[in-house]
């Protein structure tokens, strides 16, 4: 059975397109509006668990090979430790001390690291507008995950070492209490876990190395939710349950069936284009139905993190387009017979 979506549609196109990062970025807002109800390891686990069954299912259904081999194993073995249950553990953690829309920024400045892998493992090249999306976006999550305090005394010129902890397992406390930090542990994880995935599609059938990842992820996280977090799900409403249903199928499960299909379709460039939109939904929504209001230097740190997400992720065709203009610029005039 194969899985048909109407892309041939010119009015459901773009919202096909746009569905993923809307699923991401308001998940994230269904999570951290129910966080306070429950405990982040068992959030995640429920993000993660439930999702990953669905979408072996789906595979089942659509008749996607299952055959794995044993090194393939071990590649979603891995994957799942990474991108399954240290992103999503971090992530929970995180949403425990930030908000969702400041946390979904952070995240998703992963493709900064993901281009300095990239080249790194597989000679990839960044090329000039990447190099200044990096910096761009160095400077945005400084801005992002730095104590307000510091930068201030930082730009008025009174900032000293002297304000810093001495004792440096006091200063990674510090950082790691603020959940920007968490969550850019997060976006590591996923940077990881997306160079991970060319491996682990060698091996296997990705929608089923995906679904199997969400399952091993999420049972680690299952083991430190019941032995650090007594009855975690006592304390959620009705609501709340909605909110974690929202983010495990919709989230999760049919934000990824759909990412994967239009990908399949030959759509990655205008996707990856699209990705600055999951933070500006989460910061959206986040203040639309949670109330979060960014800092005056947050909202510099985000909008330098999401002009770089943008400049990383079209920095092939942006400078293709610029080579072009050049070149058309720099032609020599045609000279008319008289």
């Known amino acids: 059975m194969e899985l048909n979506l109407p892309t041939d549609k010119p009015w459901l196109r773009l919202p096909l397109i746009i569905a993923p990062f809307f699923l991401w970025g308001t998940a994230m807002v269904a999570m951290k509006g129910v966080i306070p109800d429950t405990a982040p390891f068992f959030l995640a686990t429920m993000r993660l668990l439930p999702a990953g069954i669905l979408v072996l299912f789906v595979a089942l259904v659509m008749g996607r090979s299952f055959q794995i081999s044993g090194r393939g194993w071990l590649w979603i073995g891995l994957f799942g430790l990474v991108d399954g249950a240290m992103f999503q553990g971090f992530l929970a953690q995180g949403l425990v001390r930030t908000g969702a829309g400041l946390g979904s920024v952070m995240i998703d400045s992963q493709p900064l690291a993901v281009a300095l892998m990239a080249r790194w493992l597989f000679q990839e090249q960044v090329g000039p507008l990447g190099w200044l999306g990096l910096a761009i976006g160095l400077a945005g999550i400084s801005l992002l995950g730095l104590p307000d305090e510091w930068l201030i005394s930082f730009f008025q010129g009174n900032f000293t070492l002297a304000e810093l902890p001495q004792d440096g397992l006091m200063l990674l406390r510090l950082l790691f209490d603020q959940g920007e930090w968490l969550m850019l542990m997060a976006a590591l994880s996923m940077a990881v876990g997306t160079i991970l995935i060319r491996y682990v599609s060698r091996e296997a059938d990705p929608v089923v190395a995906t679904g199997w990842h ?11 939710s019941v032995l650090s977090e007594p009855s975690p799900w006592a304390g959620i409403s009705l609501t709340g349950w909605g909110a974690i249903a929202y983010s495990t199928i919709l989230g999760s499960a049919l934000a990824y069936g759909i990412f994967f299909f239009l990908a399949a379709q030959g759509n990655l460039t205008s996707l990856s284009a699209l990705t600055f ?19 005056p230097i947050q909202t510099l740190g985000v909008s330098f993190t999401i002009v770089s997400i943008y400049l990383i992720n079209q920095r092939e065709p942006l400078t293709r387009w610029g080579q072009n203009k050049w070149q058309l610029l720099n032609k020599p005039p045609v000279e008319s017979k008289s």
Do not use: H, K, Q, R
Request: negative net charge; proline residues 7%.
């Open 214 to 224: 969400m399952v091993l992820g999420g049972l680690p996280l299952a083991g430190l």
């Open 277 to 295: 939109l999951t933070p500006v939904f989460a910061l959206l929504f986040g203040n639309l139905f949670l109330g979060e209001v960014l800092s």
